[in-house]
């Protein structure tokens, strides 16, 4: 009898048991989840921003180049050309997998040069240009925050007509409150002034968490204007940017919380993750960060 209710418990558990898994495969199919596959989201793809590494391609212009498609990254983001041209650049990227999609361009050339920018992004297949830069003179001038934004109206429509998406990526400064624009920030000014279309945000993910901004809160007012991130990390809460050289941090030795973040990645339209950090040392600093997003699902 003790061996025929041993049974009958079994079979019931058994039986349990696969009703349970039935019923869940179920739910997960009505929610369009495919029942033998669980979510897995990853950052891809994976870029370099070269200012990361400028002290090396000073040096060793291809050879960085190189190391850092070894490391394992497909895209880079370019912070000059270190009297390489286009043409040049492309080859050597084209030689080790590389693809460059974006490239950092001080404010003063953004107010000349338009053209010719236009040209070196398309010889390099570049489908974004950014402004990487507004210096402190103009920041507090009268009216040098609405200056900022007409231009970036004005070239964000020529490199329209290029194929080409505009961009501005930020510092802290942006999230401070402005006296010259009534106590408004600067970055709740430009996405308040300028064309959607015309005028996009790389958001530089450390700068605003330092600044005590929100990235998320961006995301959902803004959805879809973000579609270039840089990705760096910074030790404990608040700070300036006085504070990089001991607080910077390679992607994951920091205090981001980059799951959070990056569960928001559609929302904000983000296409494109770059690494930085202003302060690393060499290869094996790229390579950390590269190692932790790489093995990071969220």
Known sequence: MRLMNRIMNRRTFINSTIAASTLLACTKSWAGVPPSAEPDRRVSPIGLQLYTVRELMKTDFAGTLAQVAAVGYKEVEMAGYFNHSPKDVRAMLDSHGLTSPSSHIDYKVWETSV??????????GQKYLVCAWIDEKQRNAPGGWKRAADLFNRVGEECKKAGIQFCYHNHTFEFQPSPTLGGKSPYDFFLENTDPSLVKMEMDLCWITVAGGDPLA????????????????????????????????????????WKHIFANAGQAGIQHYFVENDEAKGI???RISYNYLNELRY
Do not use: C, L
């Open 218 to 257: 961006y995301f959902n007012k803004y959805p879809g204007r973000f579609p270039m991130v840089h990705v760096k990390d910074w030790k404990g809460q608040g700070g300036t940017m006085a504070d990089q050289s001991t607080r910077m941090a390679n992607v994951g030795q920091g205090s981001i919380d």
């Open 115 to 124: 053209p010719s920018i236009i040209e070196g992004a398309h010889i390099m």
């Open 284 to 286: 094996d600093d790229i």
